[in-house]
Nanobody, 120 residues
Framework: VQLQASGGGLVQPGGSLRLSCAASESRFSFSINAMGWYRQAPGQQRELVATITSGGNTNYADSVKGRFTVSRVNAKNTVYLQMNSLKPEDTAVYYC?????????????WGQGTLVTVSS
């Protein structure tokens, strides 16, 4: 299963960006449990940003609560991250994650990462 993320870029402090991540696989069927976003800033460990279950329950890191919104469209196997009021400390590579069921079991899949830079 491939996860393709997009939407990163350079934005000024206070600005907004929307990230998208779509899961796809043409060779076999799959179903998705939770999806989410993580980020890794230079010299730091990867950290959770937000997750959303297949039923729509969400969880956010304290640092992004009230500014970021995670959502998903199950029919499109896609998860989104709307980021508002961006701060320089939000600068990081953002990775999407999906917990996926296949005929061979359940495992986590990761996207390739998309860079978000918040700077004036």
């Amino acid at each position: 299963v491939q996860l393709q993320a997009s939407g990163g870029g350079l934005v000024q402090p206070g600005g907004s960006l929307r990230l998208s991540c779509a899961a796809s696989e043409s060779r076999f069927s799959f179903s998705i449990n939770a999806m989410g976003w993580y980020r890794q800033a230079p010299g730091q460990q990867r950290e959770l940003v937000a997750t959303i279950t297949s039923g729509g329950n969400t969880n956010y890191a304290d640092s992004v609560k009230g500014r970021f919104t995670v959502s998903r469209v199950n029919a499109k196997n896609t998860v989104y991250l709307q980021m508002n009021s961006l701060k320089p400390e939000d600068t990081a590579v953002y990775y999407c994650n999906a917990n996926i069921n296949t005929a061979w079991g359940r495992k986590d899949y990761w996207g390739q990462g998309t860079l978000v830079t918040v700077s004036s």
